[in-house]
């Protein structure tokens, strides 16, 4: 996860501390405890008729990762391209972006000699969504919970899933859009779709506007429902 999360769960559904230096060395039992906790809450919240919606974050992972921790390693490591890397001279970033955190959106890797991008926090690596081995191991994530009785996801920072590629940005919100609209359409449940539409078209204005020409977002108009 990628806000100073402490457990990783592992695709056999057991889970390991790994995102910060000092919860490494944390008992598996312990972790095994939370996880069992995590089963009684859904399994209760179900019995009551509740539904539960977790916040999820695809768009990056905690600089502990054990992703990050293998793709900093070497340019030929198995997760190498699981994050956004970029050549450079140590003392100059790729480019001028800046993190909404304050500071360059770039973290500098000797092991590697080269840049990773960091959109929000310097321990918050942003993954690479064009590679298609992160993407099916981030939905057998979201299967997992589903499977599990979770009824859904807030997706956080899902405007920024593809940084520096608005095409395939609008693309995959429209296609999530339309997803959402189906399910919701089959469960007979109302989305306002106007609030939601409407965040994403702030968000993506505030980044890719061009001010010099008022047409540069006029393809985001296919993402709203009508």
Known sequence: GGYNTDVYLRQDGSVSAVDTPDSANRKDEELQSALAAANSIIAEAKRRGISIILDLVLNHSSSFHPWFLEAKKSRDNPYHDYYIWRDGDENTPPNNWTSLFSGPAWNYYHE???????????????????????????????????????????LDAVTSYYTGNLEANIDFLSWLNTEAKKITQEMEISLKAGEIVGELYDAFHKQYKNPDDPESLKSLNKLCVR
Do not use: C, P, T
Request: charged share 35%; hydrophobic share 35%.
């Open 112 to 154: 590697r000699q080269q840049w990773a991008m960091h959109l929000f926090s310097k321990k918050q690596m942003d993954f690479n969504w064009e590679n298609e081995n992160l993407r099916k191991e981030l939905y057998e994530m979201v299967n997992y919970w589903l499977d599990k009785g979770i009824d859904g996801f807030r």
